[in-house]
C-alpha cells in the first residue's frame, strides 16, 4: 500500500515517535489515537444488550409465555406451566453475569410424556414462534448409532446451525426440541453389550449432547467423514426439551401403584387414582423401567406430561385456537371469494367421528378434509359466493369418502 504520510492526520506526531502508523488514502492513524477512537466510540454507542437482544427487562415472564400459548394450544396447562418456566429459566442463564458467589445456574432439560395427538410437537413450533433464540425441532427416529445407516447423533445440532444461519454463537444458546424419544428406547432390560441400532447405543450418544461438550458438527448434516470440514459447538447453554407418547407406560405405572397398596386400604387407596390419566402419576422409574437409560433420565431433571383430550377438548381445538382448521378451512374459500359457514351440529358430528378413530387432535384435519373436498374442487371453477356446511352435507360427503373406512372396531 502506498504510503500517504509520515505524520498522523490526529495527533501529528510522526512515525519515529509512535508504535505503528496507519496509513489510509488521504490521512494517517497512529496505534494511540486508534486506541482512543475505539474508547470513544465504545462509550457514544448504545448500551449493548443481552446475549441473545433482550435486556433482562424485556423477557418474557411465565405467565406471559403461557399466554402466548394458550392462542394456540388448547388445555395442558400443568405442560405450558414447565414449559413456560423452563423457556424463562433458559433466558435467565443466558444473561447470567459472573458474581463473587460463583454461583453458576445450570440448564434443566426437560421431558414431556403424552398420547399421541395431545399437542408435544405442537407446543415446541407455538413456543418457537415467541422465542429470540434459535429454535430447531429434530425426530429421534433418524437417529442410529455409528456405523450403520441413518442420521449420526450430531445432526440435531446441524438443524440448530440451519435455525440460526451458521451463526455458532446464536447456536450456542439456542433450543432443541428432541420427538419421538420414546423411539429410541431399550428393547429389553439386559444392557447391551455389542451395539444395536436404534436402541441404548442412540441414547449413550445423546449424553455428550445433553449434558454439555464441545461436538464436532458436519454443516450440512448426513453422515461424517474424514475429510469433512466440521464446526465446533459447545452444548453447554443448549436448552434440551424431550417428548415422547411412550405407548404402554400407563401398564407400568399402574403396576407400580398397584404394588405400593397392602393391606385393608387398599381398595380405598386405588379408588382415588384416576384410571383414565395414568399419565399425571409418571415418574422417572417409569420411565426406567420403559426403556431409558438412568444416565439420560438423570440428564432430564423436568418431568411433565400431557392431559388425554376428552371430547370438550377436541371441541374446542376445532373452532377455538388462532389457528384452529375450521379458520384455516375459511381462510382457504376466502381466498377464492366464497363465504364458508358452518352448523353447530357439524362440529358435533367431526368430534364424534375423531373419538372413533382415537388418533387425537391429529384425526379432526383428515375428518373435516373429507368433508370438505369435493367442495374445495369444485367451487372455485364456479360463480358460488357461499357455502353453508349443514349435517346432512357433512354426513353425506363422509359417507363416501376414503376416510370412513379407518374407523377403529
Not at 494517517?28 to 454507542?45: H, L
Amino acid at each position: 500500500m502506498a504510503k500517504t504520510g509520515e505524520n498522523c492526520t490526529f495527533c501529528g506526531r510522526s512515525r519515529r515517535d509512535v508504535n505503528l502508523l496507519i496509513n489510509g488514502i488521504s490521512g494517517a492513524i497512529c496505534d494511540e489515537c486508534a486506541r482512543q477512537a475505539y474508547e470513544i466510540v465504545k462509550e457514544q454507542m448504545p448500551e449493548k444488550k443481552s446475549a441473545f437482544g433482550l435486556h433482562k427487562e424485556d423477557l418474557p415472564k411465565p405467565e406471559d409465555i403461557k399466554t402466548f400459548l394458550d392462542q394456540y394450544v388448547i388445555g395442558q396447562d400443568e405442560a405450558k406451566r414447565y414449559l413456560a418456566v423452563a423457556v424463562y429459566n433458559h433466558y435467565k442463564r443466558l444473561i447470567q453475569e459472573v458474581t463473587p458467589d460463583d454461583v453458576e445456574i445450570e440448564k434443566s432439560n426437560i421431558i414431556m410424556v403424552g398420547a399421541t395427538g395431545t399437542g408435544k410437537t405442537l407446543l415446541a413450533r407455538t413456543i418457537a414462534k415467541l422465542l429470540h433464540v434459535p429454535f430447531a425441532i429434530v425426530d429421534a427416529t433418524v437417529l442410529t448409532e455409528a456405523g450403520y445407516v441413518g442420521e449420526d447423533i450430531e445432526s440435531i445440532l446441524t438443524r440448530l446451525l440451519q435455525a440460526a444461519d451458521y451463526d455458532v454463537e446464536a447456536a450456542q444458546r439456542g433450543i432443541v426440541f428432541i420427538d419421538e424419544i420414546d423411539k429410541i428406547a431399550r428393547k429389553s432390560d439386559n444392557p447391551s453389550i455389542t451395539r444395536d441400532v436404534s436402541g441404548e447405543g442412540v441414547q449413550q450418544g445423546l449424553l455428550k449432547l445433553l449434558e454439555g461438550s464441545i461436538v464436532n458438527v458436519p454443516p450440512q448434516g448426513g453422515r461424517k467423514h474424514p475429510e469433512q470440514k466440521m464446526i465446533a459447538v459447545d452444548t453447554k447453554n443448549i436448552l434440551f426439551i424431550c417428548g415422547g407418547a411412550f405407548d404402554g407406560i400407563e401398564k407400568k405405572i399402574a403396576q407400580r401403584l398397584n404394588t405400593r397398596v397392602v393391606g385393608y386400604t387398599a381398595s380405598e387407596a386405588t379408588a382415588q387414582v384416576d384410571r383414565n390419566n395414568m399419565l399425571k402419576y409418571i415418574t422417572p422409574a417409569d420411565l426406567k423401567s420403559f426403556g431409558l437409560i438412568p444416565e439420560i433420565i438423570g440428564r432430564l431433571p423436568i418431568l411433565t406430561y400431557l392431559n388425554p383430550l376428552d371430547r370438550q377438548a377436541l371441541r374446542n381445538i376445532l373452532t377455538e385456537p388462532k389457528n384452529s382448521i375450521i379458520k384455516q378451512y375459511i381462510k382457504l374459500f376466502e381466498m377464492d371469494g366464497i363465504e364458508l359457514t358452518f352448523e353447530e351440529e357439524v362440529f358435533e358430528f367431526i368430534v364424534d367421528k375423531a373419538l372413533e378413530f382415537k388418533l387425537g387432535a391429529r384425526g379432526l384435519r383428515s375428518i373435516v378434509e373429507a368433508v370438505m373436498m369435493d367442495a374445495m374442487y369444485s367451487l372455485p371453477s364456479t360463480t358460488e359466493k357461499k357455502l353453508r356446511v349443514t349435517l346432512e352435507y357433512a354426513k353425506e360427503k363422509f359417507e363416501k369418502s376414503d376416510v370412513n373406512r379407518l374407523q377403529v372396531a
